[in-house]
């Protein structure tokens, strides 16, 4: 099962009420999880409501059942065409669908300039629901050259790899071991389908904490593991460990014994306290797998935080909606002092609605540095409806460079097949610095440091005075 394309079913009232009392410590102490109040469909009793319902008694006389026949097969087609749109705004976590976004991003995957693949990576990198023969793609593309694998080693997408990704990151670790990093993207039982292949790549402690989550289909002895990761943590944080606890934490998803209401009773528990816990955490991570819109406000208050981790958990957790209620909830986020967060993810949004918003932001924003996010969001789009905003921002020529500009807009105009006059100007750009940063990279002779004067040009080649460049 692919847990990023994963969507836990609304939970029921049984589910709700919190009666394993001994689990209950680990969750969230003594007080238990508060039930949300249900409503509509789900709500005790309630009736779902069913494609095509009319209002029109299908029990009436017969002469009336074939005109309520074919209200319900209108109210049908309606309902598939909505379920067809949906594809687009929410991304169909099935994968049966292909967004306008993804598909703009697959018809250039087979491009030459790696320029261009380099940022067609960095806007899939935090989009969840990539199709495994997509992402199986980047990691064959990124053994075409040094450049494509220093891209796909940076921004390879966060998503779960299936069976056609699995052999594309064999074959790529069989040239490189920095692939392991991506090892962490396969499931246990995957690990255990290739255990063989993976075996050189996977330490034996590993392989150790991978059998005991394999073997444990106790609820209690799965919890019991969890509580320990948890006190490893409170120790000692290592990244290691970290992970492991979300490996947990995804089996006691699967297994259905942690369930929405439960997830937010934790996280409110822990966001009480001074500090957000490790188990407050988790279940931040946790919530991206319960994706219905009550709790979108949980993770989108939690973008207040100034704890690192609790920003980038929510934010992780939150590009799993991709609904324009998302977008809709994140906009009034994007005026306040600490922008940064809020017009990311509204740009990681993938929906028509979500770029509309972008626009209209763009309007509306003055601070340079925002609006330099809020066009990067529309570049990484590759929408034609951004074209306008985009050529405004690069004709103003202003820059303050938390992003690169050159690049991002080299890429866009290319990807969308238009011509600038400066496209040219953009591609030196950007590989004069590549170029730059490769060479600081490399180790070389020893050289006696030259002192530049303030008056002097800078040495980052802006062509601005050091004194108004880095001497400032």
């Known amino acids: 099962m692919k847990r990023n394309s994963k969507e836990r079913a609304p939970s029921t009232p049984a589910e709700e009420r919190v009666s394993r009392n001994r689990r209950v410590w680990v969750l969230r102490g003594s007080s238990g999880a508060r039930p949300l109040k249900r409503e509509g469909a789900f709500a005790p009793g309630g ?7 009319t209002g029109v008694s299908l029990q009436a006389e017969s002469r009336e059942i074939n005109f309520s026949l074919d209200f319900l097969l209108i109210e049908c087609l309606i309902s598939l065409m909505e379920k067809w749109y949906d594809g687009e705004k929410n991304v169909s976590t099935e994968g049966t669908l292909m967004s306008l976004f993804l598909q703009r991003i697959n018809n250039q995957l087979d491009t030459k300039n790696d ?19 997509m992402a199986a793609e980047v990691l064959r593309r990124s053994r075409g050259s040094e450049a494509k694998r220093s ?103 699967d297994y259905g014994w942690v369930t929405g209401p439960e997830v937010i009773g934790a996280i409110e528990e822990s966001a009480a306290s001074p500090y957000m816990n490790y188990n407050g955490l988790l279940n931040i991570y946790a919530l991206r797998y319960f994706k219905e819109d009550r709790y979108i406000s949980t993770l989108v208050d939690l973008l ?24 809709d909830q994140i906009y009034p986020f994007c005026f306040n002092e600490d922008f940064i967060y809020p017009i990311s993810l509204l740009g990681e949004i993938k929906t028509d609605y979500a ?36 050529e405004t921002f690069m004709e103003q020529g202003e820059f303050s460079g938390l992003v690169d500009m ?19 100007l953009w591609k030196n750009e950007v590989e004069e610095r590549e170029a730059f940063f490769q060479q600081e990279l490399s180790p070389g002779p020893f050289v006696k440091e030259v002192k530049v004067g303030r008056n002097d040009p800078c040495p980052c080649g802006s062509g601005k005075k050091y004194k108004k460049c880095c001497g400032a």
């Not at 320029?115 to 023969?133: G, K």
């Not at 340079?368 to 066009?375: D, N, T």
């Not at 050159?406 to 040219?424: C, G, Q, S, T, W």
């Open 151 to 253: 891209a796909v080693l940076n921004y390879m997408p966060k998503v779960t790899l299936g069976d056609q990704s699995i052999q594309q990151l064999l074959s790529c670790l069989a040239h490189s071991e920095k692939y392991t990093r991506f090892i962490d993207q396969v499931e246990v039982e995957k690990l255990f389908e290739y255990r063989e292949q993976f075996d050189p790549y996977v330490a034996a402690e590993d392989w150790e904490f991978y059998e005991q989550v394999k073997n444990t289909e106790n609820e209690e002895e799965m919890f019991m593991l969890y509580a320990g990761l948890l006190q490893e943590l409170s120790v000692q944080f290592t990244s290691n460990k970290y992970i492991q606890a979300k490996r947990v934490m995804d089996q006691l998803v």
């Open 47 to 53: 009736k779902r409501k069913a494609c095509g319902e």
């Open 115 to 133: 320029t261009v693949f380099r940022v067609l990576l960095y806007s899939l990198e935090n989009y969840p629901y990539i199709p495994d023969e």
């Open 304 to 327: 207040r935080s100034e704890e690192d981790l609790v920003l980038e958990e929510a934010a992780a957790s939150l590009n799993y909606f991709q609904t324009d209620h998302l977008a």
């Open 406 to 424: 050159d690049e991002l807009a080299y890429a866009y105009f290319k990807v969308i097949n238009r011509d600038h006059p400066d496209l040219m």
């Open 355 to 390: 770029l509309f918003l972008l626009k209209k932001l763009f309007g509306e924003i003055e601070d340079l540095e925002a609006r330099e996010l809020v066009v990067e969001g529309i570049c990484l789009h590759f929408a034609e409806q951004g074209f306008e905003e985009v």
